[in-house]
Antibody
């Protein structure tokens, strides 16, 4: 059974750096044509794609957030980590990780983790 | 990268068919057959319903179908059922090797 689970802080202060971890099971991060994406959803708003990383270590970032994001993976730990710098209250959202196929289909999603940015 | 354009809401009665449109540009929807559709019930994670324009993952009812013409993709749900009431999002791969989502469509089953 393929699962993904997000973990990280529930609350961060403005200007701090957010670090989120996605732990996967049921598939390997070294599988060809597969990767993991991060996607967020502010309360009551639409989904927003943030970044993805594939088995060959190919990475891509949202154009508008590229300067603040870093994605990496540890295949041995089955983990994908996303860091977002200089957090702001507008970054308050549920953050999801999702298994991703070439062509950007997100077939399995984690349950999501709600992150609130507030002082 | 601008979000794909979806209608804010659509509605239909049980048994009817509805179609949700998703309009982009030649740099995303029109340029690639990498359009996906997701269903999201309140408080839940999204679920993949259609990938690569018209393919259904295993377990998705064949009442759900996808198509594309030019820069506009469409999701059609036939034989509408109460449990289809949800938010629907389209997404597309882009020429910048990024992904863009639509603004979402709320489907109400009357």
């Amino acid at each position: 059974q393929v699962t993904l689970k997000e973990s990280g802080p529930v609350l961060v202060k403005p200007t701090e750096t957010l670090t989120l971890t996605c732990t996967v099971s049921g598939f390997s991060l070294s599988n060809a044509r597969m990767g993991v994406s991060w996607i967020r959803q502010p309360p009551g708003k639409a989904l927003e794609w943030l970044a993805h990383i594939f088995s060959n270590d190919e990475k891509s970032y949202s154009t508008s957030l590229k300067s603040r994001l870093t994605i990496s993976k540890d295949t041995s730990k089955s983990q994908v980590v996303l860091t977002m710098t200089n957090m702001d209250p507008v970054d308050t959202a549920t953050y999801y990780c999702a298994r991703t196929f070439i062509g950007a289909a997100f077939d399995i999603w984690g349950q999501g983790t709600m992150v609130t940015v507030s002082s | 990268q601008s979000a794909l354009t979806q209608p804010a809401s659509v509605s239909g009665s049980p048994g009817q068919s509805i179609t949700i449109s998703c309009t982009g540009t030649s740099s995303d929807v029109g340029g690639y057959n990498y359009v996906s559709w997701y269903q999201q019930h309140p408080g839940k994670a999204p679920k993949l319903m259609i990938y690569e324009v018209s393919n259904r993952p295993s377990g998705v009812p064949d009442r759900f179908s996808g198509s594309k013409s030019g820069n506009t993709a469409s999701l059609t749900i036939s034989g509408l059922q109460a449990e289809d009431e949800a938010d629907y999002y389209c997404s597309s791969y882009t020429s910048s090797s990024t992904v863009v989502f639509g603004g979402g469509t709320k489907l109400t089953v009357l």
